[in-house]
């Protein structure tokens, strides 16, 4: 990818580029974590990392970002202001199927510094959505499972995750030849939240907008 880079960039002149990445500066895995600081930071830097939840998203998704399009003492500003107006009332409810139920959050933790959920209310945010249809966080007994019609706790839909996310709900059933709902899930755990890509890119605009008033 850097290697693309630099040839775009001797064969063009300047570009811009935008890398994501999760970010696995705390991970468990000791290893996993020397290579992401020594080998991934070493080579395109620091970058700067921040929960999809601050800028509007009804899901944690905790990533790195790395551009040179905007300083990243500027996006962490933006982020900040923005995390600051998000409303008190914004809730998982919003985007649930009719006759489904959030729970009442019953921890605050959150993967990154901006926590939403309070403990007692009705949940603002689900945990991180994975690659795998089963993931811990959806565990038996989980906040983030959604309560039914037949007060049984389930995961959130296919649906549900897609509106979480910022996606129109169905659109992976737009897909030709439609795919299995595995599959689906497969993508949309591997999807940048559009929450985050949306304000990530709306903040380079107004920044380089404004450098060209400069």
């Excluded at 939240?193 to 400069?214: C, E, H, M, R, V």
């Amino acid at each position: 990818m850097v290697n693309l880079i630099h040839e775009i960039t001797y064969e063009h002149g300047n570009c811009g580029w935008v890398i994501e990445n999760v970010d696995a500066s705390d991970h468990n895995n000791g290893l996993v974590r020397e290579e992401f600081s020594q080998v991934v930071k070493g080579v395109v830097g620091e970058g700067y990392a921040f929960d999809a939840v601050a800028v509007g998203s009804y899901a944690h998704r905790f990533r790195r970002f790395w551009t040179n399009l905007i300083p990243t003492t500027l996006l962490h500003n933006m982020v900040e202001q923005q995390f600051a107006v998000r409303s008190p009332d914004q809730s998982v409810q919003d985007i649930l199927e009719p006759g489904r139920r959030a729970q009442l959050a019953q921890h605050d933790r959150a993967p990154g510094p901006h926590s939403v959920n309070i403990v007692g209310e009705p949940l603002k945010a689900f945990s991180t959505f994975v690659t795998l249809k089963r993931s811990d966080a959806y565990r038996s007994q989980a906040q983030s499972l959604v309560s039914t019609q037949q007060q049984q706790l389930e995961p959130p839909s296919l649906l549900e995750k897609e509106r979480a996310m910022g996606f129109l709900g169905g659109m992976s059933q737009l897909l030709t030849p439609p795919l299995d709902e595995s599959s689906c899930l497969r993508l949309l755990g591997g999807s940048m939240d559009l929450f985050q890509l949306t304000f990530l890119f709306g903040s380079i605009i107004a920044f380089q907008k404004g450098l060209l008033k400069l």
